[in-house]
């Protein structure tokens, strides 16, 4: 097992720490992964703890095998469920039955798994732990999901050659909603696939009008920084205006547009305002 997590006291951040377990049998995938950026910070300030498990650890033949070829025929091999079921029992989480899901999770990383989104990720910033089984070869066997996992995941409609990059998609995308994690936590609201303005903290009495929008489960909108012409191309004249309501409908309006254009899918859910659908009228001629 190879344990990154620190000592460093996170009391500072209101003292809950989530923890990431990940088993894989390829542990040293997640290197250079845990050693840059953002995740890097939230481990050392003891945000999180990230242990990566071995799964040939709990292989007891001398070759330490973890797969064999599947019943019926077929091509590849399949992980089998002894040593998966030994490493999840390691861990001290409650079996199955008795699982807390609210606490505690077992994901298993699987191309037939339901898609992961946004709204996991938050559900897991909310829990205690994540443990992760990450797929490989053919497949797992299918007692795993049944006695082991509480969900099968993948990151997305194609296949991979193992659940590990899946499980750094999720370890990443789940740890920057952790309250102290991103340098600025309004970052991880005013972002693609964001909640509501409804259900986000409301500016400071007094203050001046936000001139961001919360996503309600639309794609950001476009960004733009210095310098202010780059090779012919100018930075809309709104955004250095100082108008903080033409701004903010400005941002409102591209969200959609992008929206429409890119994952016109994600409209069917959206929190939409008779304003935003009158917008998304006036486009239809142009998609």
Not at 3 to 25: C, M, P, W, Y
Not at 174 to 188: D, H, K, Q, Y
Not at 190 to 198: I, L, N, P, T
Request: proline share 5%; charged share 25%.
């Amino acid at each position: 097992m190879s344990n990154v997590a620190t000592n460093a006291d996170s009391k500072e951040h209101g003292g809950r720490q989530l923890r990431f377990d990940i088993i894989s049998i390829f542990p040293g995938f997640f290197a250079g992964i845990l050693e840059n950026g953002v995740i890097t910070r939230a481990i050392s300030t003891g945000l999180i703890d990230v242990c990566i498990h071995d799964l040939r650890t709990f292989a007891h033949d001398r070759h330490r095998t973890v797969d064999d070829r599947p019943f019926g025929g077929g091509e590849g091999m399949v992980l089998k469920p002894e040593p998966l079921a030994e490493a999840i029992e390691s861990l001290g989480i409650a079996p199955k039955k008795d699982r807390d899901t609210s606490r505690e999770t077992v994901v298993l990383l699987s191309a037939q798994g339901r898609r992961f989104t946004q709204a996991t990720a938050r559900e897991f910033s909310g829990m205690a732990r994540v443990a992760m089984i990450c797929g490989r070869y053919e497949g797992v066997d299918e007692r795993v999901a049944e006695t082991l996992a509480d969900r099968e995941l993948s990151i997305g409609d194609y296949v991979l050659s193992g659940g590990e990059l899946g499980a750094a998609v999720i370890l990443d995308s789940t740890m920057r909603l952790l309250p102290g994690v991103l340098g600025n936590e309004a970052s991880s609201e005013f972002e693609s696939f964001g909640r509501a303005d409804g259900l986000l903290p409301t500016c400071e009495e007094g203050g001046p009008p936000s001139c961001t929008y919360g996503a309600g489960g639309l794609l950001d909108y476009p960004h733009y920084t210095r310098p202010a012409e780059f090779r012919g191309l100018l930075v809309p004249e709104v955004l250095s205006g100082g108008n903080h309501e033409q701004i903010r409908k400005w941002r409102r309006e591209q969200a959609l547009e992008k929206t429409l254009c890119n994952r016109p899918d994600l409209l069917e859910h959206a929190e939409l305002t008779p304003q935003d659908k009158k917008y998304l009228e006036s486009l239809k001629h142009r998609f």
